[in-house]
Structure formats: C-alpha cells, structure tokens
C-alpha cells in the first residue's frame, strides 16, 4: 500500500522512500489548502509558519473539509501557548526541528493509524449519540428557562421541544457530540475541551453540559450562532467549549470554531465580561476566522457564585448597524451644537457623553482613538455606556475608578450634568503607558538593588584584602601606606555606590554618603592614627549621582591626607566634615586641629591634594581654599548643587 503524503515544504524527505509518494507541495497557506482539497492526501505535513494562513489555520480548514486524513505540524517552537493551538486545532501530530527522515517516520506511522483509529470511532459515537436521550441535561435545561426567563415547567418544555434543533438537528461540532473514553465509554466534547484546557471542576463542566444543550435552541429562537467560552488554564486565552448554528437563518461561519482558542486583543467583548464578570451587548466585531462583521453580545455564565464560562450572541451586521466613515463620524459629532462640543475636542482625556437611556451622544477624538486601542470596530454613536464603562461605576458617582480592560489600565470617572442634550459626562485616563513604565521601574529598582549587593561586597571584599595586605608588618611604611590609600578609595566608591543604588533613584544624599565613608575611614585607621576622631555634619544637599561621587572622591583624598600628615607621632585628633547647604552653591570644608604646613609650598604626599582640587576644577567646577597654620588646616571648596 502506498500513503499519499502532501508535504508544506519537506517533500525531499520522502524521496525514495518506499511505502510513501508525494502528491503535492505549497509554499503558502492558501496553495496548502487549495492542495489538499485537491489531492486529499492521507497525511499533510504542514510548517506553523507560513504566508496567508499559518499551518494551525490550514490544519483547522483541511480537517473541517476532510480534505487530509491526518494532519502533522513541522515548526521549531516548543512552548505551551504553541503547543495548545495545535492540539486545539486537531492535528495529530506535533514535530520539532530540526529533524531527520528517519527519525520522523515512525511519528508519522503512529500518527496515521491513530487518526484513522480515532476516525472510525467518532464516526460511530457521532451515530450512537444522536439517538441518546439523556433526560438528566434536558431537565437542568427545564429549570434554565424557568430561572431565566420565567417559564412554568410545561412551557419550557414545549419550548424545547418545538425548537428545532433541539436534538434531532445536530451537525459536526455540536455540543452533544460524544467522544470515546477509556473510563466512561463516551465523553462530550464540552467536557473533554474543559477537562484539557480548564481548570473548571466536573459538577461545572456538567453544568456547561446542560447549558449547552440549550444552544441549538437559543441558536434558532434568536437567529444568530451561539458560543460558550471558557478561560484558559494559562488565563491568557479563552477557548471555545460548545456552539451552536441557527437553522433559520445563515450562519457567520463556514465550519466549526469548536475547540478553537480567543486570545483577548481579538475579543474585547469577552475580554471585558470575563475580566468585570458583567454582560456585555451590542459590540460591532469581526468573526474569527471568516473576517465578517458581525454584531456581538456576551453574557457571563456562574455556578455558585464563581464565573466558569462566558455565553456569546453573534448575529451578522446589518447595512445600517455598519459604522459611517470618518469625516463622516466627525461631521456628525461636530453638528450636534452642543455647548460641550468645542471644549472636549482639547482635551487629552477621552470623553464619552451620555443620554436619557445611558448611551453615548457625543464623543471627542481621544475617545474614538481609545475605543479603537481597545480593539473595538465600529463607531461610539448610540453604544450602551456598559460596554466602555466598569460595571461598579454608578450613575452619579464623581469618584475615580479603575480597571483593566482590554489590555488597557484604564481610569473611569463619571460626572452629571444638568444643562444640555447628555444627561452625564464619563471621562476616561488611559494608564496603559504609565502602568507599563511603574512596572519597568520597579523591575529596574530590583536590578539596581541586586548589583548594589553584590558591586558593595565585591568592593568592601577587595577593600579588607588591601588593608590586610597594608597592615602587614612585613611590608614597607611607604607600601602599606599605598595600600591602605587604596583600601580607603575602594571604601569611598563603595559607600558612595550603596548611597546611589539604595534609594534607586538620580538624586541621593550627599550626607548620607559622608557619614558612610567616615565610618569606613575608621575601619581602615593605621595603629598611628587610631586616637583620631572623625565627625560629620552640616545641612544635607541633594544632589545627583554623579556630583555624590565626585565629592566622595574628593573627601576621601583629604581625609586620608589629614590623617597621615595632621597628625604626626600618633597624637590625638580631630577632623571635621560640614556640609552647607546654598543657592544655588552647596560648600564642603574639611578641617583638623593637627600641625598644619605652609601652603605656598609643596607638602610631602601632596599628589592627593593635587587630585582632590583637579577633581573640584573640572568635575564639580568649583572654587577651592587651602588655609593652614600652628593651629590646624582648613581646606573648603564649593559646588553646583546638580
């Protein structure tokens, strides 16, 4: 026996391969599909990536036209959100690259007897379940009617009984259809869906079960397809559980979406229902995957108290329900001679206007480009203000609310008006962006905290090996004195580093970080210096991380040259760090009460002087003092408070 394959692009992989011929190959979805139909091969081995339809697309087409017995998906990705749109869309198969032929046709045996195993079977559970009658699902069906719309028992059952769809005009993909189970023999496709893609428990899913024998129903008593969507484990997507077609009029869909998964940008009505858990009506939509307009309503569905599913209304739009063009939306809006009329135009912030029966009359520009970021179609004129606004907010509430919806934060407030046409005027922010950029930060802020912990330990490490290397006694005074020098620096970028990163933000303390670096300073004091004190005080500045760190340089070279020269023959000391604050110059002066030197003259080790001023000059562009006497040393300078 030969199987005829139908490769989208691998047909070299079944080159002299005995068993197997090639009946044809595409390049884009559309030739895939197209193909198929033409050739009905027994296996289609389809890339998730293609142009015009994307493989689970053309998957989805060939098994509704039984155009290819079995269908294998070719693609490199591995993730879930992948790997539930191909299981949703009934291939049989799921192969990663890169592969080889030999290793992929066993997958491709299995997957073909499997397809052809589970075939017949459906085949004759579809047969046995349209003959079942099953009075548990009718009476719970009974007792919605009753609860919904007030029916007596007998009424609800004539009314079922008279619908014509209610059992006996079923079709593939109807929520009655059963599928066979190892543990229970049959199993409905609600329930196997729910139980694969859902987190619901099994009392739900039964009760999805009866509710969905209503569908046929509600289908011809409304004229419109009728759909039950239930969230995702994932919470990203909704997939479709049950549906329905109407028998009286013509269907918006060509095949059946049953299993197929939502995602919330395409579906802004079912976003906002199961997000505000609240009805949603009247949404002008396109259906997914025919691309028509339709009109879309959404009702939410609970057991005992919890939202398990949402209940979709979706009729084809009328002529006059079609949105006018733009200029004309605008004229309209512009005709209306209202007071608030040349005022909501300026404002950045949309604005919705609200008749007598809560609709929207009026609107500006902000809110026409808002409406459509939500992914809504259609114009705002006459749509129920529950559609746009939280289900919370209530008539004359003038208190700020906000929500998700959409995929957009939004911030809804509500004011009435007593003068004009509207009746109530509904204002809403878009804190999409800035919700979006807090997150950032606070990503940012947890980053910066992480390298302040380790670029701190990794400094404050590198400072205790210098300083245990300049206290030993085996090295030179001038070797130990370089290496405590360096220790100290080290100590200096340190506290100034902890400083910036540990308020996350441009501006910190200037204060904080002096009083960080004295503390250091005392830790690295040679057995000479160590009945010297250190205080630091003054006025507190503000001041930018790049100004902080100049200054701690700055403080660190006078302070360590105070110590090795102020103070000779281990005598007792202090040395002062004050800040004072200015406008707009911020002044530091570093002072001792040690033996002071000439400072017309060169001083020995005056290379940290040398720095420190360089420092001030062209970093700080400040102003520097040296005055020094018997009495001790005053060094100060000033600097731009940045």
Request: proline content about 5%; overall charge negative; charged content about 25%.
């Amino acid at each position: 026996m030969t199987m005829r394959a139908f490769a989208v692009p691998c047909a070299h992989f079944f080159e002299g391969l005995p068993g197997y011929r090639v009946v044809g190959e595409a390049c884009d979805g559309m030739e895939a599909v197209e193909g198929c139909r033409a050739s009905a091969p027994d296996v289609a081995l389809l890339d998730i990536q293609m142009p015009l339809l994307d493989g689970v697309s053309v998957a989805r087409q060939v098994l509704a036209d039984r155009a290819a017995k079995c269908v294998i998906i070719l693609t490199a990705f591995s993730d879930r959100e992948h790997i539930e749109r191909v299981q949703a869309c009934g291939a049989a198969g799921y192969l990663t690259k890169p592969f080889e032929a030999e290793k992929i046709l066993p997958t491709i045996e299995l997957c073909i007897a499997r397809s052809k195993e589970y075939y017949l079977l459906n085949k004759e559970y579809q047969h046995l379940s349209r003959r079942c009658q099953n009075r548990e699902p009718i009476d719970q069906a009974k007792l919605l009617l009753m609860e919904t719309r007030g029916m007596r028992e007998d009424e609800a059952y004539q009314y079922i009984r008279s619908s014509a769809a209610a059992r006996a005009c079923l079709w593939p993909g109807s929520p009655a259809i059963c599928w066979p189970s190892r543990r229970s023999g049959m199993i409905s496709a609600t329930r196997m869906l729910c139980q694969k893609y859902t987190d619901l428990t099994d009392a739900e899913i039964s009760y999805l079960e009866s509710y969905g024998a209503l569908l046929p129903a509600l289908a011809n008593a409304e004229q419109a397809d009728v759909f039950i969507d239930c969230r995702t484990v994932s919470g990203r997507s909704a997939i479709v559980v049950c549906e329905a077609k109407p028998q009286t009029v013509p269907s918006n869909y060509r095949s059946s979406i049953l299993g197929m998964l939502i995602h919330w940008r395409d579906e802004p009505a079912v976003d906002r229902s199961f997000r505000l858990a609240v009805p949603t009506s009247g949404v002008r939509a396109v259906s997914m995957p025919e691309d028509r307009r339709i009109v879309q309503s959404v009702e939410p569905l609970f057991y005992e108290g919890r939202l398990i599913g949402v209940l979709i209304y979706e009729r084809p739009a009328l002529a006059a329900e079609e949105p006018p063009p733009a200029g004309e939306r605008e004229a309209e809006q512009a005709s209306g001679a209202l007071d608030w009329a040349a005022v909501s135009p300026c404002l950045d912030d949309a604005v919705l206007f609200l008749d007598e029966e809560d609709r929207v009359c009026g609107f500006n520009p902000a809110a026409t480009a808002l409406y459509r970021r939500m992914g809504y179609i259609g114009t705002l004129a006459g749509m129920p203000v529950n559609n746009i606004q939280p289900a919370a907010l209530s008539e004359c509430d003038q208190d700020r609310h906000e929500t998700a919806l959409a995929n957009r934060v939004l911030q809804y407030q509500r004011l009435p008006l007593s003068s004009g046409q509207a009746r109530a005027a509904l204002i809403i922010h878009d804190l999409t962006r800035q919700r979006q950029l807090e997150e950032e930060l606070a990503l940012q802020r947890t980053a910066l905290q992480e390298l302040r912990h380790r670029m701190k330990n990794n400094l404050q490490m590198l400072a205790n090996l210098t300083r245990s290397r300049g206290c030993d006694p085996a090295e030179s005074p001038p070797v130990q004195t370089a290496l405590l020098d360096t220790a100290n620096r080290l100590l200096s970028l340190a506290a100034t580093l902890d400083g910036i990163v540990q308020v996350s933000r441009e501006k910190v303390s200037l204060l904080q970080i002096l009083e960080q670096i004295r503390r250091y300073m005392l830790q690295t004091l040679l057995p000479s210096a160590r009945r010297v004190t250190i205080h630091v005080g003054g006025e507190d500045v503000i001041v930018s991380a790049d100004c902080a760190s100049s200054v701690a340089l700055v403080v660190n070279e006078l302070v360590q040259n105070a110590l090795k020269y102020a103070f000779p023959s281990g005598q007792a000391g202090r040395i002062g760090i004050e800040l004072h604050s200015g406008r707009p110059l911020c002044q530091l002066t570093v002072w001792d009460n040690g033996v002071g030197f000439q400072a017309d003259r060169p001083r020995p080790g005056g290379a940290g002087l040398e720095l420190a001023s360089t420092i001030v000059r062209e970093k700080l562009t400040g102003e520097w003092s040296v005055e020094s006497g018997p009495g001790g040393t005053r060094i100060s300078f000033d600097f731009l408070e940045q």
